[in-house]
């Protein structure tokens, strides 16, 4: 899916107040120069109402709100106006402690919103969205794309791969498996989930595969700001029958989803029809698709597909009125704020919290970058606003029990009628499609859900009638279909994997219990299938790849996810479409595919991600492992692949964690260094400062410490080598581009330490003149040499480390993190011989060879610089990062030599080998003196006094030794 953003920012109405809690404003007549947008509100309002009116038993009132359809109308609000939206429940929460009840029914009975849209926007949670105090320096979330056709035409453009063929084939071999198998192996459901990045083609890829199948297709997003555009559009009809599931049991939720596929199998089967003499089932599939997707802009689906979906929702809605329902009394746990208020005019009612016993389990990963405990507020929209106290409170609080009303079946013996129901509608629809005979046991159908994610939410009230998320419950729906060839999909960023795809310990049924199997996630999607495609042009008539060449942003998009070549494409046509001397019409704009980035790393510069769109920033630059023991690194790292671009590599069929990465995409990390430099000010000060606190909060992985600080160095230094980059064009690559050796390694070490680094011979170099041909220093050797790295990449082979692919990793602009268990090199950082217009090839290719050790006993470590460069004739420089040596004893920078008791190797005679001794000021340029303390915390060595917590305590460690019979000996002062 690609999903763009164009926000206004309109200052707040000049009659609004910025007190929260003082007297509404009368709503009247509208000025003159807001008339228009006043319109839009409230007829778009009214509409979305009507919508919810019509397929679910909200708004049934049309002059009085209830106050259970409060939290709704607000999350209407918010998502048509120009404000910045909340979930469902958030707006549940929001309303109640900012008694925004009297509004939401002034605006309600008057049917006018204007006044309502100016009051939220004077309450800090409600600025003017993008949110204020965070605008990018380049100010992209003002203008980000939006060229309708544009976008409409990169999601159709001549699919790369032949990955919708293997996913259909997978999903055959999962259906084909199901029959026979004994319990323990038998699959619970036939749905799996998609779970990726933003921009890694999940929508893309099922609606290849619809070509190939027949499918049904439902997009479930949430409604979009104004300006905000994603594409393929949602079905807002289908949307508002799932969207608000408060206070409904799991039986009525299961109710609904059964009525739901019911109608859905009924009025495809008689649409199918038309679609089905003298077809392959091939051919039904794309006419199907052609039919759906006919007339479909941007922002709306097409005529067809929404008639088809109206006429299920009106079949569903008479089905489901059919129904006998009632309300039951629920016992919820809560926890009450008990702290006595002072200055400020006492409620009726007491704040109600729920009580993290109960909801623990139900912990998700939320839009914020710490955790917070699942579940809601009870809810009073009636008490009227009063005034706040402007004294800090101490919160109190006590456990209670309270009831709620929870809408139940009259009688639960009406499910097994529905499940019998919707298989005979499922046989109805079968019925309707080609077989292809030829393929026993496999799909003739798929049904997927794009945005699945709304889905996922536990319900705010648990208790013993409400248990599971609309997703699970659907799920168990699902289980009734289990030996019928239709499969579901559920397309998500998602990926907390206790929500969306529950561990078999935690799922709510009990056939999974009984030992059936849930399929795992799938994540492969395409990646770097633009490569070729970006040197063709380059080698065309003779033509020669340089450093000069590969540094452009045309290169830089066909590497990574296809989104970056289909943005930049998009930018590069509005441009040749457009008249340089005339701006764009409002709205049409596509930024810059840098500014772009930006947002996507950024999270669009919401203020309650930063410290996650940190992270993920200094993460795309040098590369992190999350710690998987962790659930607040689980949790972290599932919020970086659902809002900050991390890459989802394999989720295993356990799903208690997944494995993640930032691979090696160049747009991304240019985007990440102008994010760090513009937003942090600069990596040197603040990419240790992220790193620490990270390490500290348990996120990093321990056993990697001393290579994520070594790679940290690195790019410190790479980025100061950079000329004025604040003077840079800002179209163009700043940080992706070739730096010269001599300046990379001075802007490594310390001033005092450059004459050795410089003038450093070769290992074997004894003084001698013989060959007066050979440069005999560092300096002499690499004077026309360049190295070009805006990020490192981890690699999971060690074949990566040799010449013959180094050449690659230069034409992508990345270093290279060396497998773990390497015995020689840690990291590569590839060198080209010769002047940047110069052709790439194996032979101009050199290396900066790494290791980094984080111990205090130093020894001698020769690098075996064969692995990388086996030429013995071309120059090689190798550096030994001691981190951990904290004695500080001169040189702290020297250069290795060749001893008479050690072996001689021809290799070593052009390799430099530097050797750096801490991690201070005293040897590195790239670490400031307030940044050591973060460097000292990143470098903890992650042991078992590092976890206790009295090891500051004198004598305080002897008992926890004592623990440990074999515990190696100690420092005599700790003991004592």
């Known amino acids: ?8 920012s309109r200052s707040a109405s000049p009659n609004s107040s910025n007190d929260t809690t003082t007297t509404m404003h009368r709503f009247s007549p509208l000025p003159a120069p807001d008339r228009n947008w006043s319109t839009y509100i409230d007829t778009t309002i009214r509409e979305r109402i009507q919508d919810y009116r019509n397929a679910s038993h909200k708004f049934q009132d049309p002059t009085k709100l209830r106050a259970g359809d409060s939290p709704l109308l607000l999350y209407i609000i918010l998502s048509i106006s120009r404000l910045t939206g909340l979930d469902m429940q958030s707006c549940a929460d929001y309303s109640f402690d900012n008694d925004l009840g009297p509004w939401l029914r002034r605006a309600y009975e008057e049917d006018s919103y204007k006044a309502l849209c ?9 600025r003017p969205a993008p949110t204020g105090g965070r605008m990018m320096p380049e100010q992209r979330s003002e203008r980000n794309s939006k060229d309708s056709r544009d976008l409409k035409q990169a999601f159709e453009a001549i699919y790369q791969g032949d990955l919708p063929s293997l996913f259909k084939r997978a999903l055959d071999i999962y259906s084909q498996s199901i029959p026979g198998l004994v319990a323990m192996m ?86 199918a029809e038309k679609f089905k003499e003298g077809r392959t089932a091939a051919e039904q599939a794309q006419e199907w698709a052609e039919c759906l997707k006919k007339d479909q802009s941007v922002k709306r689906v097409g005529p067809k597909r929404k008639q088809l979906y109206d006429s299920v929702i009106n079949k569903a809605t008479t089905r489901w009125e059919a129904i006998s329902t009632t309300h039951e009394k629920m016992e919820v746990a809560r926890e009450i704020d008990t702290t006595s208020k002072t200055n400020a005019t006492s409620k009726t009612d007491t704040a109600l919290k729920p009580d993290a016993t109960l909801t623990e389990t139900l912990t998700t990963a939320m839009e914020t970058d710490t955790l917070t405990k699942s579940g809601a507020n009870a809810m009073d929209f009636d008490t009227p606003p009063v005034e706040r106290t402007t004294t800090p409170i101490q919160n109190q609080t006590a456990k209670t029990k309270i009831e709620v009303d929870i809408h139940v079946l009259t009688d639960p013996d009406i499910l097994e009628g529905l499940e019998r129901e919707l298989g005979q509608s499922w046989l109805r629809l079968r019925s309707s499609l080609v077989s292809e005979s030829e393929k026993s046991g496999g799909n003739m159908c798929m049904v997927y859900f794009d945005e699945a994610h709304g889905l996922t939410k536990p319900p705010s009230n648990f208790g013993r009638l409400c248990r599971m998320s609309s997703y699970h419950n659907l799920g168990k729906v699902l289980a009734t279909l289990c030996h019928a060839p239709v499969f579901f999909v559920f397309l ?48 065309k008539d003779g033509g020669r790849i340089s450093l000069d060449e590969v540094c452009t942003v045309d290169i830089m998009s066909h590497f990574g996810r296809p989104m970056w070549h289909a943005h930049h494409s998009m930018w590069l046509n509005q441009n040749k479409l457009s008249d340089p001397k005339e701006p764009l019409p409002s709205g049409k704009a596509v930024d810059h595919i840098f500014t772009f980035a930006l947002d996507k790393i950024g999270a669009h510069g919401a203020d309650e991600k930063v410290a996650a769109s940190d992270l993920a920033a200094i993460g795309i630059r040098v590369g992190i492992n999350f710690e998987s023991s962790t659930r607040s690194s689980r949790l972290m790292e599932a919020k970086q692949v659902e809002s900050h671009m991390r890459v989802v590599y394999a989720i295993p069929e356990h799903r208690e964690y997944m494995r993640t990465g930032t691979p090696s995409e160049p747009i991304l990390a240019e985007a990440a260094a102008r994010y760090i430099e513009n937003e942090r000010k600069g990596i040197k000060k603040a990419g240790p400062e992220i790193l ?58 310390a001033q005092d330490h450059h004459h050795i680094v410089l003038d450093a011979t070769p290992m074997n170099f004894e003084g001698s003149l013989d060959d007066i041909d050979r440069p005999h220093t560092l300096r002499e050797a690499f004077k026309h040499a360049y190295v070009s790295f805006s990020h490192f990449e981890l690699a999971e082979d060690s074949d990566v480390l040799r010449a013959s692919d180094l050449w690659y990793s230069l034409m992508r602009g990345c270093a290279i993190q060396a497998k773990e268990g390497q015995a020689s090199i840690d990291a590569v950082i590839p060198i080209h011989m010769g002047r940047t217009t110069n052709l790439i090839t194996t032979n101009t290719t050199s290396a900066i060879n790494v290791q980094f050790k984080n111990r205090k006993d130093v020894r001698k470590c020769t690098i075996d610089r064969s692995i990388t460069v086996p030429d013995e004739a071309q120059p090689v420089i190798s550096i030994v990062f001691e981190l951990g040596d904290k004695a500080l004893r001169a040189p702290l920078v020297r250069v290795d030599k060749w001893e008479l008791d050690e072996p001689y190797e021809p290799f070593n005679d052009s390799h430099c080998q530097l050797v750096a001794r801490g991690h201070g000021p005293e040897t590195f340029n790239v670490v400031e003196a307030q940044s050591k303390a973060s460097y000292d915390v990143i470098l903890g060595t992650g042991d078992l006094m590092s976890d206790f917590p009295r090891k500051n305590q004198k004598g305080g460690i002897r008992c926890c030794v004592q623990l440990k019979a074999e515990q190696a000996e100690l420092d005599e002062e700790a003991l004592e």
């Open 186 to 271: 038998r699959a619970y459901n036939r749905s799996i989930s998609i779970i990726q990045s933003s921009g890694m083609g999940k929508s893309r890829l099922v609606d290849e595969t619809s070509k190939l199948i027949f499918t049904i297709p439902i997009n479930l997003r949430e409604e979009l700001g104004e300006g905000q555009v994603a594409y393929p559009p949602a079905d807002d009809n289908l949307r508002a029958y799932f969207a608000y599931t408060e206070n409904k049991s799991d039986e009525v939720l299961r109710a609904r989803h059964l009525i739901f596929l019911a109608a859905l199998f009924d009025i495809v089967a008689s649409w």
């Open 118 to 126: 100016d009051h939220l926007k004077s309450l800090p949670k409600f």
């Open 1 to 8: 899916m690609f999903h763009v953003v164009s926000e206004d």
């Open 692 to 749: 620490a606190k990270s390490c500290e909060a348990g996120f990093i992985a321990r056993g990697e410490r001393g290579e994520l600080c070594g790679r940290l160095l690195l790019t410190i230094a790479h980025d100061l080598a950079i000329q004025d980059p604040t003077n840079a064009n800002l179209l163009k690559p700043i940080y992706h581009q070739p730096i010269p050796v001599l300046d990379f390694l001075c802007a490594l070490f």
């Open 492 to 539: 998500s960023t998602n990926s907390n994997l206790q929500q969306f795809a529950p561990s078999l310990s935690d799922h709510p049924s009990i056939r999974v219990s009984e030992g059936s199997t849930i399929f795992p996630p799938f994540t492969e999607l395409p990646f770097d299938v633009f490569v070729e495609q970006a040197f063709e042009p380059l080698t």
